[in-house]
């Protein structure tokens, strides 16, 4: 393909499952280039069917290696599967690691696996936007499931959520008082919880604690829900559970396609992704408008007009500027 391949040509092979196709689309939105739009706009109606499955927990938790143990099974499967790893910024590993790298080396000549990651500095705010977009272009070559990982730090995880259809919260044991330790909000996010590092001893003790704990909070919202969380453990170096894991992700998703909250989460994923575009447009638009305000701010340092009038004024401007 030649470099300057058109986005009608890039649409076009990646609607084919053409892997540099869809390599350069991505580099394309990333960057907000016009051709990535373009792209966006032309694949667009062949999107909507793939399982987007957000996996987060915390950093270390065995994330990326139980990810890649989910693309050997659902490539044993026939499946293709494309992982968009946010860049970890790991407070622990402070990002994509050597095993992170060998992982992804593995499935380097499958073409029904892709397996990106994307620097979450970056985006700063704008991550959720990025992410999403990105999953479109894996929707539209076939990419079915979509695993988005993140580390998941509070704030993230509910992030994540808020972007997947399904959600999985890794839980790893020997970290303390693994279930008092877990942070109030954590357990509903999950919608199946994975017990990472199954073959260490305190697996199942944390397993048997977060069942019980999770038919404590599903007694008291879960029946409202109508899905009840699901407990599995998995071990990576063993390969041992992900068949469990996979099973739990497909009864999710089915509950999901016969109750209306695949509808549900499919607005609130779209919404999200709209309003944070939104967001940055204006942003772009406010920044543009402060920079011709020197003379209202002199005002207000000179003490004759306050900023909230101030706020009015530049408000004012920007309106009167579209
Ligand atoms: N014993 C055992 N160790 C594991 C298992 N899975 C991962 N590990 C180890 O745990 C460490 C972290 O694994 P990763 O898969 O990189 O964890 P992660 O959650 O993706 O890490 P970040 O992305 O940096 O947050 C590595 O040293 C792995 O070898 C497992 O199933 N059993
Ligand atoms: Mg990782």
Not at 232 to 251: K, N
């Amino acid at each position: 393909m030649p470099r300057s391949a058109s986005p009608e040509t890039l649409a076009t092979g990646v609607i084919g499952g053409d892997t540099a196709s869809i390599a350069r689309s991505i580099t394309a939105i990333e960057n907000d280039a016009p051709a990535g739009r373009e792209v966006l706009d032309r694949i667009f109606p062949h999107t909507g069917a793939a399982h987007i499955i957000g996996v987060t927990g915390p950093p270390g938790s065995g994330k990326s290696s139980l990810v890649n143990e989910i693309i050997r099974e659902t490539r044993g499967r026939g499946k293709k599967i494309a992982v968009l790893a946010i860049d970890p910024s790991s407070p622990i590993t402070g990002g994509a690691t050597l095993g992170d790298r060998i992982r992804m080396l593995e499935w380097h000549a499958d073409p029904g696996v892709f397996v990106r990651s994307m620097a979450s500095r970056r985006f700063g705010g704008g991550l959720a936007q990025h992410t999403l977009t990105v999953a479109h272009v894996f929707d539209a070559a076939g990419f079915d499931p979509i695993v988005i990982e993140t580390v998941g730090t509070g704030q993230d995880e509910v992030a994540i959520a808020a972007l997947a259809h399904s959600t999985v919260l890794v839980q790893v044991p020997g970290m303390g008082d693994s279930v008092q330790t877990l942070k109030a909000g954590s357990l509903e996010i999950g919608d199946v919880i994975a017990v990472s590092k199954g073959d260490r001893p305190e697996a199942q003790a944390l397993a048997r604690d977060l069942r019980r704990l999770q038919t404590l909070v599903d007694d008291m919202d879960g029946l409202m829900h109508g899905w009840r969380t699901k407990v599995v453990t998995t071990s990576a170096t063993e390969r041992t559970g992900i068949d469990t894991l996979l099973a739990a992700l497909a009864e999710h998703r089915a509950w999901l396609r016969d109750s209306e909250e695949w509808e549900l989460r499919t607005r609130r994923m779209l919404g999200t992704e709209i309003a944070s575009r939104v967001q940055q447009r204006l942003l772009a638009d406010v920044v543009a408008a402060s920079e011709s305000t020197g003379d209202v701010i002199e005002q207000v340092v000179a003490r004759s007009v306050s900023p909230l009038a101030a706020a009015d004024r530049m408000l004012e401007r920007l309106r009167s500027r579209r």
